[in-house]
C-alpha cells in the first residue's frame, strides 16, 4: 500500500501490516486528476506548495492533505495518485484490496464536487471537509 504524507506530499510504501494510521479521501473524479505518474515530475512539490495549486486536482489533494494533518494524520490514501495504474498487477491488487483499505482508514473524508457551499464556491480549498467526514467515516 502506498500512502502520501501529508507534510511533505511523499508517496511512501508499506508492505504487509506495517501500515501507520492514515486518513483517506473518497472524491468524485473531474476531468484530469493527480495520478501516481504526476508525482514523479520535478513540478509535483511546487504545484502542491503553491499558495494557488496549478488546477483544482492539485488542489483537491493539497488540501485533502491539510485537513488530514489538521486532524493529525501523518499520511493520507487517495485512490488517483496512490495507484500506479500503469501496472496492472498493482491496479488489480488495489481493486481486490480497496474495501479493506477503507474499512482500515481511521477517517474517510468525501470531497463531492458537485455540492456547492452556500457562497456556490465548489474550490476545495473553501469546502469544509469536516463536515462530510462526520457524514462518511470513520
Known amino acids: 500500500m502506498r500512502l502520501l504524507k501529508t507534510d511533505t506530499f511523499e508517496l511512501v510504501e508499506f508492505v504487509g501490516e506495517d501500515v501507520p494510521k492514515y486518513a483517506i479521501l473518497s472524491h468524485t473524479w473531474e476531468g484530469k486528476e493527480v ?3 504526476d508525482f514523479q515530475y520535478p513540478d509535483a ?3 502542491l506548495k503553491a ?3 496549478h488546477t483544482p486536482a492539485w488542489a483537491k489533494v493539497k488540501h485533502a492533505c491539510r485537513k488530514a494533518q489538521e486532524d493529525e ?3 493520507i490514501w487517495i485512490n488517483t495518485c496512490c ?6 498487477a498493482e491496479l488489480q491488487e488495489a481493486i481486490n484490496s480497496m474495501f479493506a483499505w477503507y474499512r482500515k482508514s481511521a477517517i474517510c473524508y468525501a ?3 458537485d455540492i456547492q457551499r452556500p457562497s456556490g464556491s465548489i474550490d476545495p480549498s473553501s469546502f469544509d471537509i ?3 467526514a462526520g457524514v462518511v467515516g470513520p
Open 35 to 37: 495520478s501516481f505518474h
Open 45 to 47: 512539490l511546487t504545484y
Open 51 to 53: 499558495d494557488e495549486p
Open 73 to 75: 494524520f501523518e499520511f
Open 83 to 88: 495507484i500506479d495504474k500503469s501496472s496492472s
Open 111 to 113: 470531497f463531492l464536487s
Open 130 to 132: 469536516t463536515y462530510l
